[in-house]
């Protein structure tokens, strides 16, 4: 399924003002997992109130220990501090890598803002060693502008 054809289904899942703002979420997380055979693990971390540090939000995939990530520490806390898109196509070649499991061959994570400021990330782990490109990148930069608009 391509990006595109997603974004509708996407923009439903986050207008459904019935449910619970992690419960979209929590949606949104299955179908990018489920609809994009690469994405193995997908699950959003956010600022943990005034702590620099990241807290485990929803997420589809296997469970995982790191649900507290100081800033500064793997991916994710490197973005945290950075405010950058980070792919790793390659996580092996990483010095900072936390490892969630070991079929996990490359991540990316995109922070999300509001109001300019970085509150967090959408983090996709995959088994397929370098699978992401441009294009996930700008669509996963939609994505959290898309879940910026129900947090603000």
């Known amino acids: 399924?391509?990006?595109?054809?997603?974004?509708?289904?996407?923009?439903?899942?986050?207008?459904?003002?019935?449910?619970?703002?992690?419960d979209r979420l929590q949606e949104l997380c299955e179908l990018l997992k489920e609809t994009i055979p690469y994405y193995t693990w997908v699950g959003f971390y956010f600022k943990n109130g005034d702590k620099e540090e990241l807290k485990l939000g929803p997420y589809a995939g296997e469970p995982t220990d790191h649900t507290i990530i100081p800033f500064g520490k793997g991916i994710c806390g490197q973005v945290a501090v950075s405010n950058q898109n980070f792919v790793v196509p390659d996580v092996a070649a990483q010095d900072n890598y936390i490892a969630c499991n070991i079929h996990v061959k490359a991540e990316i994570v995109v922070p999300l803002f509001i109001n300019g400021e970085n509150i967090g990330q959408i983090d996709i782990d995959s088994n397929t060693p370098d699978p992401f490109t441009q294009d996930d990148e700008r669509f996963l930069e939609w994505v959290n502008e898309q879940v910026a608009e129900i947090l603000r």
């Not at 399924?1 to 992690?22: A, G, W």
């Open 1 to 22: 399924m391509s990006f595109q054809s997603l974004k509708p289904r996407i923009e439903t899942i986050l207008q459904q003002q019935n449910l619970p703002v992690d």
